[in-house]
Nanobody, 133 residues
Framework: QVQLVESGGGLVQAGGSLRLSCAAS????????MGWFRQAPGKEREFVAA????????YYVDSVKGRFTISRDNAKNTVYLQMNSLKPEDTAVYYC??????????????????????????WGQGTQVTVSS
């Protein structure tokens, strides 16, 4: 089991910044790919960003590219999401998620950092981010 606890959410004006943190415990953090997802009221949970187990690869949804940065500190068992130039449409509950960072694909074990919610095994409780206009 992996336990995930998010923090750092809050209320910010448009154009402002927030830094979300997700502290992990329970298993070897460096073995896990980590993702950030968000869910706005009345909408499905959507992918925001993900980072590979090594930190060598990162991925973003188009709407946050150039504004958000995902990073991880394996020594601190923590993944971060730096959010700059926030917009009202970024308002949502933000969740971090974890899964093993490798997967057998076609009989070959490969680094695996998915964007689909269904591919993640562990989830935090979420932190609210509200961006006012």
């Amino acid at each position: 089991q992996v336990q995930l606890v998010e923090s750092g959410g809050g209320l910010v004006q448009a154009g402002g910044s927030l830094r979300l943190s997700c502290a992990a415990s329970g298993r070897t953090f460096s073995n896990y790919a980590m993702g950030w997802f968000r869910q706005a009221p009345g909408k499905e949970r959507e992918f925001v960003a993900a980072i590979s187990w090594s930190g060598g690869s990162s991925y973003y949804v188009d709407s946050v590219k150039g504004r958000f940065t995902i990073s991880r500190d394996n020594a601190k068992n923590t993944v971060y999401l730096q959010m700059n130039s926030l917009k009202p449409e970024d308002t949502a509950v933000y969740y971090c998620a974890a899964r093993l960072g490798i997967k057998s694909i076609g009989g070959v074990v490969r680094e695996y950092t998915p964007k689909e919610t269904s591919e993640y095994d562990y989830w935090g409780q979420g932190t609210q981010v509200t961006v006012s206009s």
